[in-house]
């Protein structure tokens, strides 16, 4: 109530139904989308803004607005939220006895990497199996579904770290909290989803500019003369649509990490903690390890 709200064309060009605080409040979410602009090649974020006037997108601090006609316009200050993904940072007590409270909490950390752009476990480390040594990278954590213990990110079909997990499946991704010392790995079997029902529907929730990167000429890591020649000619200097991205479909994939065994590991001067948990087939055993 009383908020005022800006989209990224608006503020430019201000529009009376953007302006509309009962329209905001009636919405009732913080990131909506604008319906000034809905129809037409796609719709605009609306950030709600906790002040008064009309603020330019990149004034906006804690929210992700990705804005489909405006690449450029991705606010992400700290307690930034994925849009349509509400949490509450709540600070969690890892000094626990109880492996499946403690377990729960493991799970609810990771859940959280997914909805708060500022959890340090969005961004993850994933280690794949080579010939000769291990390859690891940074990925972002987009999906966890505790149920049925999986682990979700988005890559490029035509990666190395794909053509390793067709070799070899076994993964494992390693999360770090450094304001909490806390780090869990988490040991799984990785599978690609390519072009089915789940995969396209992750795609489509892909914001534009993020498309771009599947529309490379070549594979990640081809050896480039420039890095505009990264692209084909054709797509240098345009804003992304969604026609000019739709061909990256055909390389993008899910990778979905089903996990077997999850470490915990607090290092706290009032109390160590580190726990495995492996799942049984029916169930999660665990047990304490020393530090
Ligand atoms: C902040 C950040 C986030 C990234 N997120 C992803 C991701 O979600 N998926 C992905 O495939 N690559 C991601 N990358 C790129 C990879 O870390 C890596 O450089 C590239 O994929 C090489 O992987 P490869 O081992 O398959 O060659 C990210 C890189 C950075 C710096």
Redesign the pocket.
């Known amino acids: 109530m009383g908020r005022d709200i800006g989209c990224s064309r608006c503020a430019a060009s201000p529009c009376a139904t953007t302006r509309r605080a009962d329209w905001a409040s009636a919405a009732g979410a913080d990131v909506v989308k604008c319906p000034a602009r809905s129809g037409g090649v796609d719709f605009f974020w609306v950030a709600l803004a906790p002040s008064h006037g009309m603020l330019p997108m990149d004034a906006l601090p804690g929210y992700e607005i990705a804005c489909p006609e405006r690449p450029g316009h991705i606010g992400n200050g700290p307690g930034a939220e994925v849009p349509g993904r509400r949490s509450q940072a709540a600070r969690v007590n890892w000094a626990v006895n109880n492996r499946r409270q403690l377990l729960r909490q493991v799970w609810e950390a990771l859940e959280a990497g997914t909805r708060r752009l500022d959890h340090p476990f969005r ?1 993850a480390a994933l280690a ?1 199996a080579g010939d000769t040594h291990p ?1 690891i ?4 954590l ?1 999906e966890v579904l505790p149920d049925r213990r999986l682990l979700v ?4 079909l035509r ?4 053509a ?1 997990i067709r070799r070899l499946s076994g993964v494992q991704w390693h999360f770090y909290h450094p304001a909490e010392r806390v780090q869990i790995l988490a040991s799984a079997r990785a599978r690609l989803r390519h072009l089915d029902e789940a995969a396209l529907a992750a795609w489509r929730q892909t914001p534009l500019p993020s498309r771009m990167s599947y529309l490379t000429r070549h594979a ?2 081809t050896v480039l003369r420039r890095p505009a020649d990264a692209w084909p000619p054709s797509l240098h200097g345009r804003e992304p649509d969604r026609d000019l991205t739709e061909p990256g479909h055909q390389h993008f994939a899910l ?1 979905e990490c089903t996990v077997h065994t999850l470490e915990f590991l607090r290092l706290d001067r009032e109390a160590h903690r580190r726990v495995r948990f492996v799942w049984s087939g029916k169930g999660w055993k665990s047990e304490w390890l020393t530090p």
């Open positions: 961004t794949t390859h990278r940074t990925v972002i987009r990110c988005h890559t490029d990666s190395p770290k794909a390793q990640p890591g990778l």
